[in-house]
């Protein structure tokens, strides 16, 4: 019932106008027919080419994901002096190399500098401080108890607070 | 004097100045030296259509491997204590027990990584070979607890005997 008319109808113009308002429509881009499989290689190639959005160098230091990643980095580097040193012991009884406490203990007490003794000695006391009471405040968290924001956030200071008692307390027992 | 209807006006597209946004190109952060396999573009697999699948349920990997992580947390916490409050040397059976919860402990620990770090979906076979060079260090990390505990005097002895300077070695605490 209903005719649509576009701007360029000449339906709705007067005689005079007819001539100065029909101008042909250019667009800016071409369009041309593709079938279905090249139409999806298409797509594929453009999202190939996307870039992702930010994520770990925008995310806004927190205590959260600090702590956590202390966590994970103060075990791998505990993990890693625990295995080298069964290793070392291992493979040298495996294989007779001769290996055993009281020249390893020699040489660490001979050939360590002081200033080397004291960054390990230091750094392995706060970290495993550290690695135990973020242990147990995960341990909690596997309970049930303190898994809101506040509560993080508290057990967490208190982590920290625990960290440099103990950690200091171990510190000075090799100093 | 007769102005063109706005939607024949010529618009002019600027090129989006990407500086604009901080936007990253495509992850390209991966572990040096370690091949890894093609992925599907934008992480898209299949058609969108497709309903997506998920894994098969694998209580062995999933609920009981969780359990066993805590159990060996828990059970560190006294084997632990213990030689940190007595100071001096420990029972063998003591350090023997610690050794090995311990070696379990960050067996997983370094698994978790492994799986975190080195994913399957992007590296494949080298997966495998990390998580069997785990292994391989693992064992050797048992004969070296078996040499400690029967001829020296185990773990504890020696991170004592390294941690307390010399002249105090015959200090007991």
């Known amino acids: ?175 | 004097m007769f102005t063109r209807p706005a939607l024949l006006r010529p618009v002019f597209r600027s090129t989006t100045n990407r500086a604009l946004f901080h936007t990253t190109k495509s992850n390209n952060l991966t572990i040096p030296f370690l091949s890894t396999l093609p992925q599907a573009p934008g992480g898209v697999k299949g058609d969108v259509n497709e309903a997506f699948v998920p894994p098969p349920v694998d209580k062995v990997h999933g609920s009981y491997h969780w359990d066993f992580e805590r159990v060996l947390a828990v059970s560190l916490i006294p084997l632990v204590s213990l030689p940190l409050a007595s100071g001096a040397g420990i029972p063998v059976i003591a350090d023997t027990l610690l050794s090995s919860v311990l070696l379990a402990h960050c067996y997983v620990g370094f698994q978790s990584c492994i799986i975190d770090y080195i994913p399957k979906r992007v590296y494949g076979k080298n997966h495998n070979y990390a998580m069997y060079l785990l292994t391989l260090g693992s064992l050797f990390s048992i004969a070296g607890i078996y040499h400690l505990e029967t001829k020296e005097n185990g773990l504890i002895g020696v991170l004592t005997s390294c941690w307390k300077e010399e002249s105090k070695t015959e200090e007991k605490k």
């Open chain 1, 1 to 175: 019932m209903f005719k649509f008319v576009g701007l360029n109808s000449t339906a709705t113009k007067s005689v005079a106008m007819k001539r100065l308002t029909t101008v042909s429509t250019r667009r800016l881009f071409n369009t041309e027919s593709t079938s279905t499989v090249q139409a999806q290689k298409l797509l594929e190639a453009q999202r190939g080419a996307r870039p992702i959005s930010p994520h770990l160098t925008i995310y806004q230091p927190q205590l959260t994901w600090y702590l956590s990643s202390v966590h994970r980095v103060s075990g791998v580097f505990m993990g890693f002096v625990f295995f080298g040193t069964t290793i070392a012991f291992g493979v040298s009884s495996l294989f007779n190399l001769g290996l055993n406490t009281e020249k390893l203990v020699k040489y660490y007490h001979e050939k360590i500098p002081a200033w080397f003794d004291y960054t390990v000695k230091g750094g392995f006391a706060y970290i495993f401080a550290f690695h135990f009471g973020n242990g147990i405040r995960h341990l909690i968290w596997d309970t049930g108890k303190a898994f809101t924001i506040p509560g993080i956030y508290k057990t967490g200071y208190a982590v920290l607070a625990l960290t440099a008692v103990a950690g200091s307390y171990l510190f000075s027992l090799g100093v």
